[in-house]
């Protein structure tokens, strides 16, 4: 049965690399119907806006996305499509897998492990005061008059909503990922010893859901212990879920532990749609060039085939992309570096898909 896939090309390197993703899912044998969309400044003068409402539709109506990486241009009047989209589709569950790859540049190996982040509150909600706002003014006499806690009159406050309802939805999330993608443990990482009303919340609820699923193992810890533990023993991890500011630092640190965000794939997911992309940028230094790595993009076009029930070619297109970073004689100049020290004799996106490509047909 063939699927439908809303593919937005991006800018930067995004239409290269999504380009050498189509060819590697076409090469897996995968049927597909891609429905191209644009997005991105580009779209500003056609559309007078980065978000066209038919590439809106597009993805409303089909619901699965792959996406390259847009540009953000700095300056005012430009909202992120990246974070318009997040709104629009309340995709509330950033999935980030970590996972070791030849080539990487890592002083680590081995590691495997999935970062859960949710996506729409904690400190991230853009509940802002300045200082001598009149709602910092607010903030303070309540914390005064019902805690007795003096905040002083030159501090800008930010709020952190943490809801019952977005942490069971994302710890749910988590262990529905652990269950169908065959992991054992799920890590619900917080600081409740600190924040008893907001970390406190989630850890009750982490508890509370981790008892409906007793085939998998769950623990919890706190942020700082957590990172630590990570650079100390990254083997001792395999799903983390967080709420969201310590889901943006420790993916990040995460992605350290496996060279980069160079190679790292994505997603955000909500209830009814979900976007597959590349962790990195748009690399506007390199576009056009022909030198741009498509692996992370290659390995989030896997976890949309898992996505669409498309298991065997997602494993395959993996094993083919270890296969070629193992061998290294066809890989993009950042992979050959971490190899060799030097970028003499890496190839160019094309020939390292069609390396790909000869893998998987082989
Ligand atoms: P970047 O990730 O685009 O580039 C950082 C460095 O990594 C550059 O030297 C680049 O050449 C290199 N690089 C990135 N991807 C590569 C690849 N696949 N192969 C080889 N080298 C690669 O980060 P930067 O420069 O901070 O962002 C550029 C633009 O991308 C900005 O406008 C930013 O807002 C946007 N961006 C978009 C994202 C998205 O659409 N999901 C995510 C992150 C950034």
Not at 16 to 22: L, N, S
Not at 226 to 253: K, Q, R, T, W
């Amino acid at each position: 049965m063939a699927h439908d896939v809303v593919l937005i090309p991006g800018d930067g390197i995004g239409p290269e690399i999504t380009q050498a993703m189509r060819r590697v899912v076409a090469a897996a044998g995968v049927d597909i119907v891609w429905h191209e969309a644009q997005a991105g400044a580009a779209m500003i003068e056609k559309c007078g806006t980065p978000l066209p409402d038919r590439t809106l539709e597009l993805i409303r109506s089909v619901g699965v996305v792959i996406k390259g990486p847009i540009t953000t241009p700095v300056g005012h009047g430009f909202r992120s499509v990246n974070v318009a989209l997040r709104h629009a589709f309340d995709l509330y569950a950033c999935v980030r897998p970590c996972r070791s790859m030849p080539g990487d540049g890592s002083r680590y190996h081995d590691v495997d492990l999935v970062i859960v982040r949710e996506n729409t509150e904690d400190l991230y909600a853009g509940i802002e005061f300045s200082a001598d706002d009149a709602g910092a003014a607010a903030v303070r006499k309540v914390a005064r008059e019902q805690l007795g806690a003096t905040v002083r009159e030159d501090a800008a406050i930010s709020i952190k909503p943490i809801s019952r309802t977005a942490s069971e939805r994302i710890l749910t999330h988590a262990f529905d990922y652990a269950r169908t993608h065959g992991r054992s443990k799920v890590t619900a990482v917080h600081k409740a010893n600190i924040m008893k009303a907001t970390d406190g919340l989630y850890l009750d609820v982490a508890r509370s859901v981790a008892a409906r699923y007793p085939d998998i193992e769950f623990e919890d810890r706190i942020v700082d212990a957590a990172c630590m533990g990570l650079v100390m023993h990254p083997e001792d991890f395999d799903v983390l879920v967080l709420p969201n500011l310590y889901g943006d630092i420790v993916s990040d640190l995460a992605a350290g532990l496996v060279g980069g965000l160079g190679m790292a794939p994505g997603a955000n997911i909500g209830d009814g749609c979900a976007i597959f992309e590349a962790t990195h940028g748009s690399a506007p230094d390199i576009a056009g060039k022909d030198i741009a790595n498509p692996t992370a993009e290659i390995l989030s076009a896997c976890m949309m085939l898992e996505h669409l029930g498309e298991e065997d070619a997602a494993s395959a297109i993996r094993e083919a992309v270890v296969a070629v970073l193992e061998e290294g004689s066809s890989v993009t100049a950042d992979i050959k570096r971490a190899l060799t020290g030097s970028t003499a004799g890496a190839v160019g996106t094309r020939a390292f898909t069609d390396a790909v490509r000869d893998r998987l047909t082989r």
